[in-house]
């Protein structure tokens, strides 16, 4: 099992057969919980499923490294 699949696990139970996790800021070294989503395969296309949940992560990121400058 790869490390965010093991993160997921660890917090969350065992993942469902045929669902994905993925690091949703794109950084695949990433593996905080907040940074990981757990979605099904077969959805289309899972860019489009996790896009605002990146966008909303780097907006995070931005404003917290603004904060500690």
């Known amino acids: ?3 965010r699949r093991e993160a997921w696990a660890g917090r969350h139970g065992p ?3 045929g669902w994905v996790v993925h690091n949703m800021n794109g950084d695949m070294g990433d593996n905080r919980l907040e940074n990981l989503a757990c ?3 077969k959805t289309g296309n899972i860019s489009e499923v996790i896009a605002p949940y990146r966008a909303r992560i780097r907006r995070l990121e931005l404003q917290l490294q603004k904060e500690t400058l």
């Open 15 to 17: 993942i469902p057969k």
């Open 39 to 41: 979605i099904p395969r």
């Open 1 to 3: 099992m790869n490390p």
